[in-house]
């Protein structure tokens, strides 16, 4: 392994060449933190004052799973960032890795085997030990072809498997080098084993038995309501927070998150997830507003199980008969941009697709013909975040004005998940997501929707077809490509895939705002993910 310090020495040019990743997909990372991770603004002598508590409100629902291995539940994620730890974890921003579990960053990203010695005297929030088999349990659940979790999705098809040396010490096997591994290796958080090993799925998914080793443990939790957090004393890993407590309040109500970010000391110190139409009002009232471009989607599914659904140009022309601009205009205060790629354009492998669906209700109606479809009735079923009940709306409008009748079915997040998860047969479904919650590279971007491992394809029952199969083999091409130029020509190629068959696609990709009081907190970071990160933010001096 490298010393500490010559790693802390990488500028963001020597980091990309030592860890060999491919292409443009290292833009994200400004630069390497030191190897013993992000440094925390509270930790550095003659800085802000520790906060002893803070305050949040979070736009989305706590009640979906809290499996760390298997859950995209935005609030859920965004709260594993503090409570648990990879072996290597990504700063929140630059998404640079850092040792977080591991005591040091590989020596050579560019082998295929990896020993691992883990961090010295790191424990688990109930105060036992992280030790080797805690790390074997949990990438086998990860890779268990039976049970599948999502996250499985991300690395079946490059690593063989991880085994204990000793007690401190793992072997990282892959299949072959894989230039992303580092940073995709933040996703599998290290869960004790003697905690979950004789539980069932359901423990995993609630919040309350959340246990980890990172700098903060969950105190209390209610559904749809709260998490409350405060501070693992036994935590030895980088980071430092300045802050002993902090209380997550659910406020999926977008007034709700306006009004209590402005009552004062009753209120909250910061927020996520802000409407668009409320940022000069805040800003008016003394509040830091910040915007960040991002993955965030609002996506449309077919159930391809189903005819018509089943044919291509019938999905193409449902993608037509939407318009976009107005679509972002009304729900996002035009805040957004229409999909031009599966990407966003500030994606680091960004490219724009060779199929593309501008509005065009014209030829959306001649291939409704061309495909033999008149009269066609269609359910849409949706989640009730406030913006995207507004979303839907327009595309009802587009859909009937081509003569496509339509029937909007809101439902809440767990209900929309669970109908899914049970095979729903509606006939298209649209969803919020961002699959750089997980990491940015176009691999794990696609395979967030595109794998069997979501539930979407399992219900659509795409993944039973020869074009998904194509896909595959594409997207497996193009990680074992041996140079950046054919990894870029095979990941374009499987971009035009997704776009010309429009199965699982972005209607338009948002910008993502945090406001925050700046007369009380400092350093605050906003995200291009949903949620917050709270792990260098203080007391305003």
Not at 8 to 34: E, H, N, P
Not at 437 to 444: E, I, P, T
Not at 496 to 525: C, G, N, R, S
Request: glycine fraction near 6%.
């Amino acid at each position: 392994m490298r010393d500490n310090n010559e790693l802390r020495g990488l500028d963001r040019r020597a980091f990309l060449k030592y860890t060999g990743v491919v292409g443009a997909a290292a833009a994200l990372t400004a630069g390497l933190a030191a190897c013993g991770g992000p440094k925390s603004s509270g930790s550095v002598a003659g800085g802000p004052a520790a906060l002893d508590h803070i305050d949040v409100a979070i736009g989305y629902n706590n009640n979906s799973s809290w499996d760390p291995l298997n859950t995209g539940s935005a609030f859920a994620m965004a709260a594993h960032n503090h409570i648990y730890e990879g072996l290597w974890d990504a700063e929140a921003v630059t998404r640079a890795p850092y040792a977080a579990l591991a005591a040091e960053l590989p020596a050579d990203p560019k082998l295929a085997e990896w020993t691992v010695k883990l961090r010295s005297g790191a424990t688990f929030h109930d105060g036992k030990p992280v030790t080797a088999d805690d790390v074997v349990y949990s990438f086998a659940r990860v890779l268990d072809a039976d049970n599948k979790v999502l996250t499985n999705a991300f690395f079946t098809s490059w690593l063989d498997g991880v085994t204990k040396v000793d007690e401190s010490t793992v072997k990282i096997a892959m299949k072959f080098p894989f230039s992303a591994a580092v940073q995709r290796f933040s996703i599998v958080k290290i869960l004790p084993k003697h905690v979950f090993e004789t539980h069932d799925a359901d423990f995993f998914k609630q919040g309350k038995n959340a246990v980890g080793s990172g700098p903060f443990k969950v105190k209390a939790h209610q559904d749809t309501s709260f998490t409350s957090f405060e501070k693992h004393e036994g935590y030895n890993g980088p980071l430092k927070p300045s802050f002993a407590s902090m209380q997550w309040n659910v406020s999926v109500d977008a007034s709700a998150r306006v009004g209590l970010l402005t009552s004062g000391v009753s209120g909250v110190q910061i927020s996520d997830n802000i409407p668009q139409d409320n940022i000069d009002q805040l800003k008016g009232k003394g509040l830091s507003v910040e915007g960040v471009d991002s993955m965030n989607l609002l996506g449309l599914a077919f159930n391809t199980s189903k005819a018509p659904f089943n044919d291509k140009r019938v999905r193409q022309a449902l993608r037509m008969a939407i318009d976009a601009k107005k679509l972002i205009d009304v729900s996002i205060a035009g805040k957004g941009t229409p999909a031009t790629s599966y990407l966003h354009t500030s994606s680091p492998e960004y490219n724009k697709a060779a199929t593309q669906y501008d509005y065009n209700p014209e030829k959306a109606k001649e291939l409704l013909a061309e495909a033999g479809v008149s009269g066609l009735s269609v359910t849409l079923l949706s989640t009730n975040i406030s913006w995207s009940k507004v979303a839907v709306n327009t595309i009802k409008e587009g859909w009937e004005a081509v003569g496509v009748s339509t029937t909007l079915d809101i439902q809440e997040a767990a209900a929309f998940n669970s109908k899914v998860a049970a095979g729903d047969p509606v006939d298209a479904l649209t969803f919020s997501g961002n699959p750089n919650q997980f990491g940015a590279d176009a691999d794990l971007n696609i395979r967030w929707f595109y794998s069997n491992s979501n539930t979407f394809l399992p219900w659509n029952k795409w993944d039973q077809s020869a074009e998904f199969k194509s896909l595959e083999a594409q997207l497996d091409a193009a990680i074992e490509a041996e140079s950046p130029e054919e990894h870029k020509a095979l990941t374009n190629a499987a971009l035009d895939t997704i776009a010309d068959e429009a199965v699982i696609y972005p209607i338009m990709h948002m910008q993502l705002f945090t406001a925050w009081d700046p007369k009380k907190l400092a350093e605050v970071q906003a995200l291009d993910i949903p949620g917050v990160n709270l792990l260098k933010t203080s007391r305003t001096a």
